[in-house]
């Protein structure tokens, strides 16, 4: 049973889209190489993503289930390294795998994150530093009730006040 599986990059130029102008890169019989399995794209997205329009064949991205529906072939994408190319079929190691930029939400995330956690340190600051002052202005009153208490004049046991 023969298993039919899309290699990447298969798209060679247009002027060489007709397989008799690159007898070379037709390849007989089992081929062994090198390649990275890849999952498909999803739709690119911005203003400018095109559908797949498969009346005349066109693909702008790797959509595999469509694909490999339209194809009849199973829905695997291989990708050839660029050290195991066959000289005259396409080159290897084309494909980029696709990053997304998130710069934009990590500096949102982290610098919200470091405003919040500042304004939490602020807070347990100036709650500590009332405490430490409401304990301040305690002892400073309990000595102040002290002194006073030991200055004021004291009665005797006779009756008299003792200086």
């Not at 290897?92 to 994150?113: A, F």
């Not at 500590?128 to 009665?155: D, F, G, H, I």
């Amino acid at each position: 049973a023969v298993t039919w599986v899309f290699v990447s990059p298969a798209n060679p130029a247009s002027v060489n889209k007709d397989p008799r102008y690159r007898m070379g890169g037709q390849v007989e019989g089992e081929v062994e190489f090198v390649a990275k399995v890849r999952r498909g794209e999803g739709r690119p997205t911005g203003v400018k993503a095109n559908k797949n329009n498969t009346s005349p064949n066109s693909w702008t991205y790797k959509d595999l289930p469509a694909l490999a529906k339209y194809c009849q072939t199973e829905p695997y994408l291989v990708d050839v390294v660029l050290a195991d190319s066959h000289p005259d079929g396409p080159l290897g190691g084309q494909s980029m795998p696709h990053l997304t930029n998130k710069h934009l939400e990590y500096v949102v995330t982290w610098y919200g994150i470091a405003i919040v956690s500042g304004f939490v340190v602020l807070s347990m600051l100036r709650k500590y530093t009332q405490r430490v002052r409401n304990q301040r202005k305690y002892a400073l009153k309990k000595e102040l009730q002290a002194r006073q208490a030991s200055l004021a004049p004291r009665s005797t046991e006779d009756g008299g006040t003792a200086v």
